[in-house]
């Protein structure tokens, strides 16, 4: 784990110089493009390059299991997340529709799944446990798990950059994960369980009611302190949620930029982030999810979504879909002639 992040190193500082000067000379009144600017000169300087070019984009969904489901925390059962992992190796989920329009590759990381899985070209299926213990009552992992799904996913996102993935897109699919990621992020932000508890798949008043106490008597355990992330993230966390740690920080560490989902994504970012602080730099906020603690995490990480179609989907899906927009940032940079090469002014 050590290894990995101290693989983390800041933007390459003479390449954003460089593109931000190219801005400025590209054949449009300055700032015309307005964010595609800064998108662009930012994926300058983790690519280190002023012509960044962004190729074979890469989802990686990560699946778990939780404990916590036995308290009635989610509006469907557990049994849909291993049911969903057959979906996406069937190409049948949202995620693999919305990356199929973007040329996106979509691959599937059992981190935890409450099932035996078939094998499958697109699928790892090397899980760390059948799924979390039930957060309310004890820690959802030990410390030792959650570095292994952590690591696993590292690994996972480090072959895939390795056969030439440009941009990485974790996404994630557990049943009742929502509410370890609203654990981790009362936790990490010193917020109040009700200011990031959302309704996740769509529970009632009642059920949010519970779902608030459930966190709140989890996050009462003290088994945590948010100074210590692998901590944190053991004791609330889920190991998809570790996993996509694992691949946010090896995307950070081999400078490929990585897409940030929603609300459990963002969990996950605040881990990485807490774990290496130079991390969140090679992040992108792709939309802001419909659940409440969304915005918190993405104003502490210094991300500003780059949509808002109320989506709370997960599996990486608004991810994939701002991938044309990264590229569209980047290409702007790369393609567009300047006034002088123009022989315009
Ligand atoms: O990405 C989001 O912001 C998001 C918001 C709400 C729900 N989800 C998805 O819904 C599942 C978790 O919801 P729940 O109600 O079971 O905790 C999980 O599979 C997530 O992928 C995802
Ligand atoms: C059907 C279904 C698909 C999902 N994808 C991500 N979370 C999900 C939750 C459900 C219930």
């Known amino acids: 784990m050590q290894t990995l992040l101290d693989q983390i190193q800041p933007l390459n500082a003479q390449a954003l110089q460089n593109a931000l000067e190219r801005q400025n000379q590209l054949t449009k009144p300055p700032k015309s493009l307005g964010k595609l600017e800064t998108l662009g000169i930012r994926l300058a300087g983790i690519l280190g390059t002023e012509k960044p070019e962004i190729k074979n984009p890469v989802a990686i969904v990560c699946a778990g299991d939780h404990g916590v489901c036995e308290e009635g925390v989610s509006a469907f059962p557990a049994s849909v997340t291993p049911l969903m992992v057959l979906n996406f190796l069937a190409s049948g989920a949202a995620v693999n529709a919305i990356a199929r329009t973007v040329g996106a590759k979509v691959q599937v990381i059992n981190a935890g799944v409450n099932a035996d899985l078939p094998d499958h070209p697109a699928l790892v299926n090397t899980p760390v446990s059948k799924g979390t213990r039930n957060l309310r009552l004890e820690s ?37 994960n929502t509410t370890p990621a609203a654990a981790i992020t009362a936790r990490m932000l010193d917020l109040d369980p009700a200011q990031v508890t959302g309704r996740g798949t769509g529970i009632s008043d009642e059920g949010l009611a519970h779902k608030i106490q459930v966190i709140a008597d989890a996050l009462g355990r003290k088994a945590s302190d948010n100074q210590d992330p692998l901590g944190v993230l053991a004791d609330l966390g889920g190991l998809e949620i570790a996993a996509m740690t694992g691949v946010m920080l090896a995307g950070a560490a081999h400078r490929v930029p990585v897409v940030i989902d929603g609300f459990i994504a963002g969990s996950a970012a605040l881990i990485a982030a807490a774990l290496s602080p130079l991390a969140a730099q090679y992040f992108f906020a792709s939309h802001q999810s419909v659940e409440i603690g969304h915005i918190r995490q993405l104003i502490h990480l210094g991300l500003e979504p780059l949509l808002n179609l109320d989506m709370r989907l ?32």
């Open 314 to 345: 997960g599996e990486g899906t608004g991810g994939v879909l701002c991938v044309p927009i990264l590229q569209a940032a980047a290409s702007v940079l790369k393609n567009m002639a300047t006034f002088a090469e123009a022989g315009i002014g």
């Open 140 to 176: 959802a992992l030990t410390r030792k798990e959650a570095e292994q799904a952590v690591l696993l996913g590292a690994e996972v996102a480090r072959q895939a950059i390795q056969a030439g993935a440009g941009i990485l897109v974790p996404g994630e699919m557990g049943i009742g």
